[in-house]
């Protein structure tokens, strides 16, 4: 009897050793996820991922978690090489995140206030012959006087399509300029001298579909003040 008194703490402690090391063991998330709070979501071009303190959450079936470093080699799709809008995600175990939009801007636009609220919605369509952007002006917190952007494209043989670059203002804005300034990329600027808070205000196009075009580095103006546009997708 004395053996087994003094046995019995050992074997219920290696009972339950063993017993949390098969709960670790069983552990297997069905889902993963990123914390939005947890992301340094504006960088200026070429700067490097910031991953201080950035968990990744596990999620198994029966709604149990576990947070784990996030490391570089999770994330897919950050990207600093160029301006714009961009998402980001994580892969682990065969599972898929949820997306993080991030913002690249320029160095010299750190400098201008940026603008929150005011959100330019931007749609590109390509046809047989021709590509179109239309640019959508929506929520504003600031009286829009003029906005500029650069059009880009990859494909060298950009200027080809120069000549049929065409713009129409479908708002107050009625003053349309554009200028090429490297092999692949144009600046364009719409201004007029009323404010305009809302609407569907300008659109363009050119014939060509073979091109990769983006636009890139967004700015408004309320007539004293540059912004930069972080809303813009």
């Not at 997306?99 to 801007?105: A, G, K, T």
């Amino acid at each position: 009897m004395k053996k087994t008194s003094f046995f019995l703490p050992i074997i219920l402690l290696m009972g339950l050793l063993l017993l949390g090391s098969c709960e670790k063991e069983e552990f297997k998330p069905e889902s993963i996820h990123l914390q939005h709070a947890d992301f340094s979501v504006n960088y200026t071009v070429d700067q490097e991922l910031t991953l201080d303190g950035v968990k990744l959450r596990l999620v198994n079936g029966k709604g149990q978690y576990r947070d784990i470093p996030c490391t570089t080699d999770m994330i897919v799709g950050f990207d600093t090489s160029t301006t714009g809008q961009k998402k980001l995600h994580a892969v682990y175990a065969g599972l898929t995140s949820n997306e993080i939009s991030y913002l690249v801007y320029n160095k010299e636009d750190a400098s201008r206030p940026i603008v929150t609220k005011t959100r330019i919605d931007i749609q590109k369509t390509v046809s047989e012959d021709k590509t179109i952007f239309e640019l959508n002006l929506r929520s504003c917190d600031i009286a829009v006087r003029a906005f500029s952007f650069r059009i880009t494209g990859i494909d060298a043989s950009f200027d080809d399509g120069l000549s049929e670059v065409t713009g129409t203002v479908l708002g107050k804005m009625t003053d349309y300029y554009w200028k090429k300034t490297t092999n692949d990329g144009i600046n364009v600027l719409i201004s007029g001298n009323e404010p305009q808070s809302t609407g569907a205000f300008f659109s363009f196009e050119w014939t060509g579909t073979n091109r990769s075009i983006r636009i890139e580095d967004i700015v408004v103006s309320d007539g004293e003040n540059d912004y930069f546009l972080p809303a813009a997708k």
